[in-house]
């Protein structure tokens, strides 16, 4: 099963507005957390990595200001999109690293975010 | 410069073909992970390597992680079409805050 749950799959807002996506570690606790960007049959664009408690660290190009991160907890982070434009519709995928098995990451299962 | 360089890009085959994918990278890596992704959903997790020269078997998958840890290999035997996908690579380093993927590799099997 699942062990890191994302939420929503699918979302369409209006320009101009802001979404937030939820990415929750299900069975441990994820100090770290990561977001990525994915466009069609590429691979995955690392966005930010969320840290528990402190800010979250940004990928160079990523407007922090555009894309709030929040990891309050230790199995939550958010991602919120603010000031949402149609360029901003992408799959975004959120992971955990899982540091009791190898550090391994374990995946969401992404948001489809449509911004029209 | 990619760190972790995942080869072929795009690979296209008959089904009941063999296949390989390889990860290579002049870095030495604490685990390896191997993933597959279907259109429309996240990443997949297959196995975790983290012993140098370790060979791990998943049904009709095979997965290889280099003897210094700095490269990996996934074979694919008699390939079916619910292989499809895509199929990414990810190293993990002990000092580092976040894992490294591939460019991915896109797999078509056809019927």
């Known amino acids: 099963g699942a062990v890191v749950s994302q939420h929503p799959s699918r979302v369409i807002c209006k320009s101009g507005t802001s979404v937030k996506i939820e990415c929750r570690s299900l069975?441990?606790?994820?100090?770290?957390m990561f977001w990525y960007r994915q466009f069609p049959k590429q691979s995955l664009m690392l966005m930010a990595t969320s840290n528990e408690g402190s800010k979250a660290t940004y990928e160079q190009g990523v407007e922090k200001d555009k894309f709030l991160i929040n990891h309050a907890s230790l199995t939550l982070s958010t991602l919120t999109v603010t000031s949402a434009h149609p360029e901003d519709s992408s799959f975004y995928i959120c992971s955990a690293r899982r540091t009791s098995s190898g550090n391994t990451i374990y995946f969401g299962e992404g948001s489809w975010l449509t911004v029209v | 410069t990619q760190l972790l360089e995942q080869s072929p890009q795009f690979l296209s085959i008959q089904e009941g073909e063999n296949l390989t994918v390889y990860c290579n990278s002049s870095s030495v890596f604490s685990s390896l992970q191997w993933y597959r992704q279907e259109p429309g959903e996240g990443p997949v997790l297959l196995v975790t390597v983290v012993t140098g020269g370790e060979v791990k078997k998943l049904k009709r998958l095979t997965f290889q992680f280099g003897d210094a840890r700095k490269d990996s290999s996934l074979h694919i035997t008699a390939a079916q079409t619910g292989d499809t996908g895509l199929y990414l690579c990810?190293?993990?380093?002990?000092?580092?805050?976040?894992?490294?993927f591939g460019d991915g590799t896109t797999l078509t099997v056809k019927p």
């Open positions: 069975d441990f606790q994820a100090t770290t």
């Open positions: 990810a190293g993990a380093q002990t000092n580092a805050g976040k894992s490294t």
